[in-house]
């Protein structure tokens, strides 16, 4: 099989005629960096949980832009930011189940060396399955602690990883090299306006969120520490062009933020952008597309960030999205002055490029890459078909956010379960608590139309339990009092928008910024709530009941969690990993299969419909109204949820969302059987 594209044109270079050591002064260049984030192991345009093609994402599909970007631009360089082996079955299987051997590149490695990556960084998922495996799959020989140090690389990425503001907490050596400079042969013009061959010094570095110490702590702790986004760039980048880089771009696994800088903040990109001399700044980990002119997202509509023409306090700034659905590009204009190349930042062009075409069609998937990992993508498919037990009805989240509990009880059930039974036989001193669990719709539409959860009623394998817990997480324990579970209630309530019950035009329930994986729920029959809309984000908690009584603010429970929220993981009051009191060794998703599978036969009665929470009742003078995939309205009325309606089977973005109200008034409603 012929490798793809073979290299970017910079290697087509090579047998040009003699490159000049220094171009004449007045010599310009356009240089394009094209840049992939997130990932998460979507190599094929598949969907292992629904077991079906999925034309919406997929590296094999962003290989056609990739492939397009090379054509139009004689000079780019291809960049991964990171989360790239995690998030799907594939990724799993080649993790857990047939983990691959020293001498096999991880199916999306494959991918990307036959693509022409020339470098990338590390995302936070990346530690999911700790340092020995991250240090072998990445073709690394870092000495950590918990890692092996092998006599040679492993196969893995063809191109550099870097990674600076992680690194080994004995020796304070970065984990990974922490930047790279190559000479990136590119095709010029000189100022006579002839073309010329030369070569432009290229750096990249990379960062990643420091939020891994609280997300992975169990692989982490004691091996390897993270240091500040602003003190690592102000140590680095002077260093890099001292070396003689030219151009600098920084690979940043972190989104925007504008709260007041400390070194650990999980999205420190704002701050990256103040250090002097980055030439360009790719973005990740947030999953948003950058730059957009029509984004309501807070951080995109910060001073000195320009949503238009994607700038970071002047810095060229791109971020595309996710599970390859975007290719992010940035054209900068380079000028030589006698010494050196200059890039004149007010000239850049920054945008995406989305593998969905303007008709809503999508842009075919590159043949070669499905051919690439046939073996992997037919054995996952596989694996994933191994049965579990069976439902009597449909889980699914498409109406998850206004109390559609299908595809979430079952989840705390099995946390409850594993929690109790652990207690009982070890840890006998906290038998008198409570046991309750939080969970949360992992899928609610945020990646697309297609992106809910959704398991048909019968034979349920574990492709379906990977979409009804979709992360990596491994399952803890928190003790916490009432007042603490209030309050972690009180911020997964953030997910709703405040509602003005005396506005008569629409007005939209969900506040899109906040995401469905931090709406956390109880679904517990011994407890109750109440979540008043009308009321400010902090104060909206109404009537919080354990069996029929209120909850005392200093009376105890123990919560069962994953390790992402019970460490800190989406800012909870109190949860910052000091209430932790179990750590289990199995993840959350192994324990719902062992479940299911000691289950057997699951029912809507008995494990798809315990709400704890509903809408406080609130009369509004004009509709309240929320998006969820068209055609879904049967759904609801299955959930048992009063007044949901349909306004519009289209919702008017073109996107195959379906426009639906909810009458907070008979929402509050319980009816019989349903509480």
């Given at each position: 099989?012929?490798?793809?594209?073979?290299?970017?044109?910079?290697?087509?270079?090579?047998?040009?005629?003699?490159?000049?050591?220094?171009?004449?002064?007045?010599?310009?260049?356009?240089?394009?960096?094209?840049?992939?984030?997130?990932?998460?192991?979507?190599?094929?345009?598949?969907?292992?949980?629904?077991?079906?093609?999925?034309?919406?994402?997929?590296?094999?599909?962003?290989?056609?832009?990739?492939?397009?970007?090379?054509?139009?631009?004689?000079?780019?360089?291809?960049?991964?930011?990171?989360?790239?082996?995690?998030?799907?079955?594939?990724?799993?299987?080649?993790?857990?189940?047939?983990?691959?051997?020293?001498?096999?590149?991880?199916?999306?490695?494959?991918?990307?060396?036959?693509?022409?990556?020339?470098?990338?960084?590390?995302?936070?998922?990346?530690?999911?399955?700790?340092?020995?495996?991250?240090?072998?799959?990445?073709?690394?020989?870092?000495?950590?602690?918990?890692?092996?140090?092998?006599?040679?690389?492993?196969?893995?990425?063809?191109?550099?990883?870097?990674?600076?503001?992680?690194?080994?907490?004995?020796?304070?050596?970065?984990?990974f090299e922490p930047y790279r400079i190559f000479d990136k042969r590119v095709s010029a013009t000189g100022p006579d306006g002839k073309s010329l061959a030369t070569t432009v010094k290229v750096g990249i570095i990379g960062f990643t969120t420091p939020a891994i110490m609280g997300w992975d702590r169990r692989w982490l702790e004691g091996r390897v520490r993270t240091e500040g986004w602003r003190e690592t760039a102000q140590r680095y980048i002077p260093e890099m062009r001292a070396k003689g880089a030219e151009v600098v771009v920084a690979i940043s696994h972190a989104g925007l933020d504008g709260a007041a800088y400390v070194p650990s903040m999980e999205n420190g990109s704002l701050y990256l952008a103040q250090v002097p001399g980055i030439d360009a700044l790719l973005l990740g980990h947030s999953h948003d597309v950058f730059p957009n002119a029509a984004s309501k997202t807070a951080a995109f509509n910060l001073p000195d960030v320009d949503k238009v023409q994607g700038r970071v306090h002047g810095v060229p700034t791109v971020m595309p999205g996710l599970w390859g659905k975007h290719l992010g590009v940035i054209q900068l204009a380079l000028r030589h002055d006698g010494k050196r190349w200059v890039s004149d930042a007010g000239a850049a062009k920054v945008k995406t490029r989305s593998i969905q075409r303007p008709d809503r069609s999508f842009v075919e998937p590159d043949p070669e890459i499905a051919a690439l990992v046939k073996a992997e993508h037919e054995a996952t498919i596989a694996y994933v078909k191994t049965p579990i037990g069976d439902t009597d009805f449909r889980m699914s989240a498409y109406f998850a956010d206004v109390g559609d509990v299908s595809a979430i009880q079952v989840v705390n059930q099995a946390q409850a379960d594993y929690v109790r039974r652990h207690i009982q036989a070890s840890m006998p001193q906290y038998a008198r608590l409570p046991v309750l669990s939080m969970s949360a719709p992992f899928k609610t539409g945020a990646a697309g139309v297609a992106d809910y959860t959704d398991v048909a009623p019968g034979k349920l394998a574990l492709n379906n339990a990977a979409d009804l817990y979709l992360y990596p997480n491994d399952l803890h324990a928190v003790k916490v009092d009432g007042a603490t579970l209030k309050a972690w209630l009180e911020k997964a309530a953030g997910r709703f928008n405040t509602i003005d019950p005396t506005r008569s035009e629409p007005q939209e329930l969900v506040n899109t910024g906040f995401a469905g994986f931090n709406f956390d729920m109880l679904t517990d029959p011994d407890v109750h709530y109440q979540i008043d809309v009308t009321q400010a984000p902090g104060q909206r908690i109404k009537g919080l009941t354990w069996r029929g009584q209120p909850v005392r603010a200093d009376q105890e429970f123990i919560v069962a969690t994953n390790n992402f929220r019970a460490s800190g993981g989406g800012g909870f009051p109190g949860l910052d990993g000091s209430k932790t009191i179990f750590a289990s060794p199995d993840n959350n998703r192994a324990v719902l299969i062992d479940y299911i599978k000691s289950v057997q036969h699951l029912t809507r009665r008995a494990n798809g419909s315990a709400r704890s929470w509903r809408f406080a009742p609130v009369k509004t003078s004009g509709p309240v109204v929320f998006h969820a995939a068209s055609g879904k309205l049967a759904l609801a009325r299955e959930a048992g949820l009063a007044g949901v309606s349909l306004l519009k089977e289209e919702d008017g973005g073109g996107k195959g969302y379906a426009l639906y109200a909810i009458d907070l008034n008979a929402a509050s409603a319980s009816p019989a059987g349903r509480e």
């Open positions: 099989m012929r490798i793809l594209f073979l290299a970017p044109a910079a290697v087509l270079l090579a047998g040009c005629s003699s490159i000049p050591a220094i171009p004449p002064q007045g010599s310009q260049a356009i240089f394009v960096i094209l840049e992939t984030t997130d990932l998460h192991a979507n190599v094929r345009s598949y969907d292992y949980y629904k077991l079906a093609s999925d034309a919406s994402l997929g590296l094999e599909r962003t290989a056609t832009l990739i492939r397009q970007a090379r054509k139009e631009f004689p000079n780019t360089l291809l960049l991964d930011n990171g989360d790239t082996i995690q998030g799907t079955a594939l990724g799993d299987y080649q993790a857990l189940v047939a983990p691959v051997g020293c001498g096999q590149p991880l199916a999306i490695y494959k991918a990307m060396n036959a693509l022409g990556f020339e470098g990338g960084s590390v995302g936070n998922h990346e530690f999911n399955w700790g340092l020995d495996y991250l240090g072998q799959v990445t073709a690394s020989r870092f000495g950590a602690e918990g890692a092996s140090v092998r006599a040679q690389p492993c196969a893995g990425p063809a191109f550099p990883v870097v990674l600076a503001n992680v690194v080994d907490a004995r020796t304070g050596v970065p984990l």
